[in-house]
């Protein structure tokens, strides 16, 4: 049952940041926050989406002690992860501006 949890979706909330490897030095204050407002609305999505993937994942391992979420595909916790990171690049980045 331990291997069934674990392979459960992770609430996006847990899910840290991968430090990117994209580099916002040459990008202008303007493009930066353009950019930011159009990777906060692809998180959102996927955060949407991966909160689906904890719910089938939890509903399927009661059920059938496997989790759903995850196996139909539904499980984002990477591109989360690397999103997260982005982010926090140009944030970073949009201190200099």
Avoid: W, Y
Wanted: proline share 4%; glycine share 6%.
């Amino acid at each position: 049952m331990l291997t069934m949890t674990a392979a459960c979706a992770q609430p996006p909330e847990s899910i840290a940041s991968v430090p990117s490897q994209e580099r916002f030095a040459q990008v202008s204050c303007h493009r930066l926050g353009l950019l930011k407002t159009q990777k906060q609305a692809e998180l959102l999505a996927l955060e949407d989406k991966q909160r689906a993937a904890v719910v089938a994942d939890a509903a399927g391992v009661a059920l059938f002690f496997i989790p759903l979420g995850s196996l139909a595909g539904g499980d984002e916790a990477s591109a989360i992860a690397v999103l997260k990171g982005q982010i926090e690049a140009i944030n970073n980045q949009l201190l200099n501006c």
